[in-house]
């Protein structure tokens, strides 16, 4: 989703005697130049994912070790600058994003990227904040183990932001948000302390989990500089499908059989409209579509396993009672990795078409299992009928609810009108929410984006925590002022 309504296109800029003047040049003599970027070297930090934001920031540092940086955030309230943490920056909220730049820098980890230690007896690893998932993944696959976050931007985004966010990704269905696969944390907290709970016990109930204060809190609260994480035996058998549909309330029903039939065998199932093979083909003209003719809806599924369990026999098995019965009306299943990679391309090509389109509404929703396909219908009228011209794009997870229902404007009305016509979605699309009971971030977070729809629906008293949580941990509001919650800024007093 763009944020005309929180977060500008280009906010104030730094002007280049600014960028150089006295805060970098003592951050410079406190750090060493080797540590710290400025002028137009800090832009490329600045810019958000799909490149909708662009900012400026004082500086950027980048630590290679936990003590640079608590050297970098005691640099930064000695100096009263405020910090913004950044992994691989592909998040979708604006969360990694200054939005002060005469006063913010951005402290980044991507030269933190060690994998500290791989217990293969464990079935656990230590890495470093900065690590890339992706390569991270290789990795542990190299070692016979798996580790199951999968994310579209997983070749980018970097492990401390996956916790930071709490990201989820394709397999939460199996393995759950990245909460449900953190031992411990390493934390550098907002006074330059280092919070040191890198455990690899899966049981340890000694009081508050204090790790979990700094999962999901983007940044908020400290810096994640290390996580310790659970790892998996490698499943030998992985099956993918793609599975055609008459509509969109038989996608649900195939996903009851499947959970009934395929139980915790099933890592991923995922449904797509329509309009997801034509995105696919614009964006990857080359890919190959395996099924002839277009489906009003689809199904992507995958079941993994190892040892006596016939995945492909199983997949065979229930697609095939699916047929019988009339749910599913096409399909496919992959017979190599290659195959179930250019299946896996369709829904990615789906993603990278509609930004090829142009700005647009991009939502991350998540509604009572039961109602999903019910509250796509009536959010999708909803905008149709208000907005003729736009364009829906529902997808996503199906097993925990989660719907991508993004919008694509009437681009021919000019930049002015997409910008109204977006804002407008995102109204349309939250009150449908709301009556649902939903939730306006599943997986992607609050940041800077969100932050207008998260406190306009929060209770006072889940306020009232949060805001004493943060002055207990950062009274100075060094880290990340302007994420999640606009709180009071030094010296302002207790919330």
């Known amino acids: 989703m763009t944020g ?7 906010t104030t800029q730094v002007s280049p005697d600014e960028a150089d003047g006295p805060p970098v040049g003592q951050l410079i ?3 060493g130049p080797e540590m710290v970027l400025s002028g137009a070297a800090v832009l490329p930090y600045c810019r958000d994912w ?47 994003v200054p939005d002060a730049p005469v006063r913010q820098l951005i402290i980044s980890l991507e030269r933190m990227s060690r994998i500290r230690s791989l217990d293969i007896e464990n079935f656990s690893a230590v890495v470093e904040a900065g690590a890339v998932l992706e390569q991270f993944k290789e990795a542990v696959a190299a070692a016979g183990l798996f580790f199951p976050l999968t994310l579209g931007a997983q070749g980018s ?22 909460r449900e696969l953190v031992l411990g944390l390493e934390v550098v907290l907002p006074d330059g302390q280092v919070f040191d709970g ?6 340890d109930n000694r009081g508050i989990d204090l790790k979990q204060l700094f999962i999901g809190a983007e940044g908020t609260l400290g810096i994640i500089t290390a996580v310790s994480v659970k790892l998996l035996p490698a499943p030998d058998q992985v099956a993918t499908a793609l599975v055609a549909l008459p509509r969109l309330e038989d996608v649900i029903e195939l996903y009851r059989r499947a959970r009934r039939d395929c139980c915790d065998l099933m890592s991923a199932f995922e449904f797509m409209p329509s309009l997801a093979i034509d995105l696919a083909r614009e964006a990857m003209p080359d890919l190959p579509i395996p099924l002839d003719q277009a489906h009003p809806a689809y199904a992507l599924i995958e079941i993994s396993g190892s040892g006596l369990v016939d995945i ?37 090509g789906m993603n990278i078409g509609q930004a090829q389109r142009g700005r647009h509404l991009r939502t991350d929703i998540s509604v009572p299992l039961s109602r999903l396909a019910e509250f796509v219908v009536e959010a999708e009228a909803a905008i149709t009928s208000q907005m003729p011209g736009c364009i829906c794009v529902s997808y996503g997870h199906v097993g925990d609810g989660n719907v991508h229902l993004n919008v694509l404007p009437d681009f021919e009305q000019g930049p002015k009108k997409v910008e109204s016509q977006i804002l407008m979605a995102k109204k349309i699309v939250n009150e449908v929410v709301d009556r649902y009971s939903g939730s306006i971030s599943a997986e992607h977070g609050i940041g800077r ?40 800024s030094r010296g302002e007093g207790r919330t």
Request: with cysteine; charged share 20%.
């Open 312 to 348: 492909n026999s199983l997949m065979h098995r229930f697609l095939e009672a699916a047929f019988e019965t009339g749910l599913a009306v096409d399909g496919v299943i992959a017979q190599s990795q290659a195959q179930a990679r250019n299946l896996w391309a369709i829904r990615e």
């Open 29 to 31: 003599e406190m750090l």
């Open 50 to 96: 799909h490149g909708d934001v662009q900012t400026d920031a004082v500086a950027v540092l980048r630590p290679r070790s936990t003590s640079d940086v608590q050297a970098c955030v005691r640099a930064a309230v000695a100096l009263d600058l405020q910090v913004v943490p950044q992994g691989g920056n592909t998040g979708l909220v604006l969360g990694a």
């Open 198 to 203: 890198l455990s690899q016990l899966r049981k």
């Open 157 to 178: 985004c970097r492990i401390g932001g996956n916790v930071s966010t709490n990201a989820g990704g394709v397999n939460v269905l199996r393995y759950g948000m990245t």
């Open 4 to 10: 005309a309504d929180e977060l500008p296109h280009s």
């Open 449 to 488: 984006l969100k932050k207008v729809d998260f406190e306009s629906r929060l209770p006072a008293i889940n306020r009232q925590l949060l805001a004493s949580l943060k002055q207990a941990l950062d009274p100075k509001m060094t880290m990340n002022p302007g994420c999640q919650l606009d709180l009071p």
